[in-house]
């Protein structure tokens, strides 16, 4: 992805992947937002996108997925939500929020007057059971952690229900 650091491993294993709003801004405190992300990640699953776990807070989300190239497809995956959401935003008047978008920008971001994404996702190759099973845990506990809920399965934006074996907002691939 990009001019990252962070480089993927083999494109066709899971990753534990972060991706967050430029700044921390709070972007995903309305359902319209989060929808857009939701959407986003089912049409790359209609497309082969395996998606194990997701959490989506306020200012970032964290996952694990695969797909035959998950660069590729996680770049589609930014891209597509940042457009969309940008255009939310100006549809609806939130100045707020795009002028801080428009404020952070990195300066070589000439094409775009919004900045959404901070660059990179961060991955980190799942290499065993041990570390997948850690990394879900914690992306289900992260909403916990911040004291937002008492259990992992009361966050609504999370995979944690499916764990539980109740029905989630997404469909996700539990089998690694």
């Given at each position: 992805?990009?001019?990252?650091?962070?480089?993927?491993?083999?494109?066709?294993?899971?990753?534990?992947?972060?991706?967050?709003?430029?700044?921390?801004?709070?972007?995903?405190?309305?359902?319209?937002?989060?929808?857009?992300?939701?959407?986003?990640?089912?049409?790359?699953?209609?497309?082969?996108?395996?998606?194990?776990?997701?959490?989506?807070?306020?200012?970032?989300?964290?996952?694990?997925?695969?797909?035959?190239?998950?660069?590729?497809?996680?770049?589609?995956?930014?891209?597509h939500t940042a457009r969309q959401i940008i255009d939310y935003l100006e549809t609806n008047?939130?100045?707020?929020?795009?002028?801080?978008?428009?404020?952070?920008?990195?300066?070589?971001?000439?094409?775009?007057?919004?900045?959404?994404?901070?660059?990179?996702?961060?991955?980190?190759?799942?290499?065993?059971?041990?570390?997948?099973?850690?990394?879900?845990?914690?992306?289900?506990?992260?909403?916990?952690?911040?004291?937002?809920?008492?259990?992992?399965?009361?966050?609504?934006?999370?995979?944690?229900?499916?764990?539980?074996?109740?029905?989630?907002?997404?469909?996700?691939c539990k089998q690694w």
């Amino acid at each position: 992805m990009g001019r990252s650091r962070y480089k993927f491993g083999d494109i066709t294993a899971p990753h534990f992947m972060t991706c967050t709003v430029l700044q921390w801004i709070p972007v995903f405190t309305r359902p319209e937002t989060v929808n857009i992300v939701l959407d986003s990640f089912r049409f790359l699953m209609d497309e082969g996108f395996q998606l194990y776990a997701y959490v989506i807070l306020e200012n970032h989300l964290h996952l694990v997925a695969r797909s035959e190239r998950l660069d590729r497809d996680m770049a589609r995956f930014k891209s597509h939500t940042a457009r969309q959401i940008i255009d939310y935003l100006e549809t609806n008047h939130v100045h707020m929020i795009l002028d801080q978008l428009a404020f952070f920008k990195k300066s070589k971001k000439s094409d775009s007057r919004y900045q959404f994404w901070q660059e990179g996702v961060h991955p980190e190759q799942i290499i065993s059971d041990e570390m997948m099973h850690t990394k879900v845990e914690y992306i289900h506990n992260n909403p916990v952690v911040r004291g937002y809920v008492d259990r992992p399965e009361h966050w609504r934006y999370s995979s944690a229900r499916n764990y539980n074996g109740e029905q989630g907002m997404l469909d996700v691939c539990k089998q690694w």
